[in-house]
């Protein structure tokens, strides 16, 4: 069984600079975006999580690669090796060259800078050298420049400019590329001006180095550095000239890139993307008056200024708005996303963090579909009564919903912001089109596009019922009520081959497989945030399933047969949100009783499966299932004909991952 490989990780461990990081992500998810998941990992990932079986592209940006050493050698390089040998894609960007390289050179003599020896990694079977030109300073611009790249044109399909300006601040050269034997290495792009180094045989700024079934882009340079992400520095002579010439050929710069990528196998988007404007919030309810209450509730933490309200939370901040205050169409249309491409583009890196949030409650009327092109708020709601009808116990989840065409995070501004989560009732619904920071488990954070349903809940939880109602199971029952909702959603969704995967993922039949196969393909999962207030456990219960969207990878509407009902995202949100409802006021009755054990049981993936227990030293075992009690998976210890020895294991879900493909569960750090 081989998952996709559609997650491209950016390490932003120790050894890395933030401003390397922030230029790495920001021109990734404009040409990578929405084919893969931009994510960012720390060194903790590299080391204890199975990330290599869907990782698609591994990227080590610029810093000092003493700090990569200081990490990662050993178990970590061990790791990286084995990925790129098995198919996957390096990309090593100026210290991250350094580090691919089987010998780091620099500013030999200078002894303040000097670092030489061997690397494990050793990618390019040889020595990288710099810095190739003279004046670099840690943490400083002063020897950045803009340095002229002579493209290798006959290493690439397509026609590319032959020279191009490209940021430098540091980077190496590859000595000696002519001599390299044992290994194809391809030479990309060489440095046009003349070195302060030896590069031995030629001057080479970046090299593409075949390793087993993978490859190894290292570069020198910094083509991945925008020029609208630079900051003037009034102090450094020059520097306004640098960043004038970087701009004349960022056109240039950003199709050498764009070959780079596919070079290593990438899928680049048709289209220069850019990451969206944030639009304003609609607050809106089944019977407006809803919306009303919810605003008085909130009157003890609007704060007023300049005749405006704000409610200012511990991590954003939100401009609170009446449709009854005399806002005209103009301004309601106001919260569209801008589709200026030019001038999304000129904006360059954005923080979102210090966005104010607009949000727009409806107290008179639904949000019109010209507010809100990508959501119908009618039929949003048309459904909700609809299937508040026909499921038992399901009267008030979803009746009052915020929705974004574009937001951060659903997640994030309402588990960071508890001033205003303390003041929301449970069923409130926050609901995105597009999240520009979507988040996922541990440190996962990435653009997730339109076609997706993206959505949190607020799930107040009685402390009392904790001891025999536990907050784990939140987890549980939400995947049950997910892949029943879809199951029950209309004709032809009856038999969908849709899994749970310990502890919270949702997977689906691969329909480019063969069914004889049985390869699994993610669509969906669940994000359990747990606070506390009031005497109840605050959940922020998150959830995303790739529902209509094309990519980055199969969806539900991949699955279904000619004959199905469309699949409309608000319904499918309707019926998610109200069999959860139903479920969870079973689970408040009942506890994990039998029944919602044997629900649980008849969708997921795991009974009898083997595993690998790598905490206690790679000890072998099956799958048994979960404890009623506490919610930890249950496994058996097996001797070497595979028959149980009676020896039980539990593991935490929130300790524990599960790399389904290997059938390996490994502690989390």
């Avoid at 994030?412 to 409130?428: W, Y």
């Avoid at 799930?459 to 029952?477: C, D, G, T």
């Avoid at 959603?489 to 009856?494: A, M, Q, T």
């Amino acid at each position: 069984m081989t998952p996709r490989r559609l997650n491209v990780l950016v390490y932003t461990g120790t050894g890395t600079t933030s401003e390397s990081v922030r230029q790495c992500m920001y021109s990734l998810r404009r040409l990578l975006s929405p084919n893969y998941a931009i994510i960012p990992v720390s060194e903790s990932v590299i080391l204890k999580e199975p990330w290599a079986p869907t990782c698609a592209l591994l990227v080590i940006p610029g810093g000092a690669d003493l700090g990569y050493c200081r990490v990662l050698n050993g178990e970590g390089n061990r790791r990286i090796g084995e990925f790129v040998r098995r198919g996957g894609a390096y990309l090593g960007l100026c210290a991250g060259g350094y580090y691919g390289s089987s010998r780091c050179e620099f500013e030999v003599g200078n002894k303040p800078l000097e670092v030489i020896g061997s690397r494990e990694l050793g990618f390019y079977p040889g020595t990288c050298r710099g810095g190739a030109f003279q004046g670099f300073e840690y943490r400083s611009e002063k020897g950045a420049r803009a340095a002229v790249l002579k493209v290798a044109t006959g290493a690439f399909k397509n026609g590319l400019p032959e020279t191009f300006s490209s940021y430098y601040n540091g980077g190496g050269v590859f000595v000696d590329v002519g001599k390299v034997t044992g290994r194809k290495v391809e030479v990309l792009a060489s440095y046009a001006a003349d070195l302060d180094v030896d590069g031995g045989d030629g001057k080479a700024a970046l090299v593409l180095c075949h390793i087993g079934d993978g490859k190894a882009l290292l570069s020198g340079p910094h083509p991945e550095f925008a020029p609208v992400n630079l900051s003037a520095q009034p102090t450094i002579p020059g520097y306004d000239d640098l960043i004038n010439k970087l701009q004349e050929d960022d056109d240039k710069r950003f199709s050498f890139l764009k070959a780079c990528l596919e070079k290593l196998g990438l899928e680049v988007s048709a289209e220069n993307a850019t990451l969206p404007t944030l639009s304003s919030i609609h607050l809106s309810a089944v019977d407006n008056s809803q919306v009303s209450e919810l605003l008085y509730s909130w009157a003890e933490v609007i704060d007023k200024e300049n005749g405006e309200e704000f409610i200012t939370g511990e991590a954003d901040r939100f401009c609170i708005q009446s449709d009854q205050d005399g806002l005209t169409l103009e301004d309601l249309q106001r919260s569209l996303p801008a589709e200026d491409e030019h001038a999304a583009r000129e904006t360059g890196i954005v923080d979102y963090s210090t966005i104010t949030k607009r949000v727009i409650a409806h107290e008179k009327a639904l949000p019109t579909t010209e507010m809100t092109p990508r959501f119908d708020h009618k039929l949003y709601f048309s459904s909700l009564r609809k299937f508040q009808v026909t499921e038992d116990g399901a009267e008030d989840w979803g009746n009052i919903l915020m929705y974004g065409d574009v937001v951060t995070s659903t997640n994030s501004l309402l588990e960071k912001n508890p001033k205003l989560v303390s003041k929301l009732p449970t069923g409130f619904t926050f609901s995105a089109a597009t999240q520009v920071a979507g988040r996922g488990r541990g440190t996962n954070v990435w653009v997730a596009p339109p076609g997706g349903l993206m959505f949190s809940t607020i799930i107040n939880h009685p402390a009392h019922l904790a001891a025999s109602r536990p907050v784990v199971f939140i987890q549980y029952i939400a995947a049950v009520a997910i892949v029943e909702a879809i199951q029950s959603y209309g004709v032809g969704y009856e038999n969908l081959p849709i899994k749970l995967k310990w502890p919270n993922d949702i997977y689906a039949l691969d329909p480019t497989k063969p069914a004889s196969s049985k390869t699994y393909v993610k669509i969906g999962g669940i994000l359990s945030q747990c606070g506390y207030c009031d005497g109840s456990y605050q959940i922020v219960l998150g959830i995303g399933i790739n529902a209509i969207n094309p990519r980055p990878t199969t969806s539900i509407s991949d699955l279904l047969p000619a004959n199905a009902s469309p699949l409309h995202l608000e319904s499918l949100l309707a019926r998610i949100v109200t069999r959860l409802e139903s479920i969870h006021a079973q689970f408040r009755r009942q506890g994990f009783s039998e029944n919602l054990e044997q629900r649980y049981y008849r969708h997921w993936l795991h009974t009898g499966q083997a595993i690998s227990l790598e905490a206690e030293g790679g000890v072998r075992a099956r799958v048994l299932g979960i404890t009623r009690d506490w919610g930890m998976l249950r496994a058996e210890e097996t001797d070497a004909e595979g028959r149980g020895t009676g020896k039980i294991w539990t593991l935490q879900s929130d300790e524990n991952s599960f790399d389904f493909w290997k059938g390996l569960v490994r502690r989390k750090q």
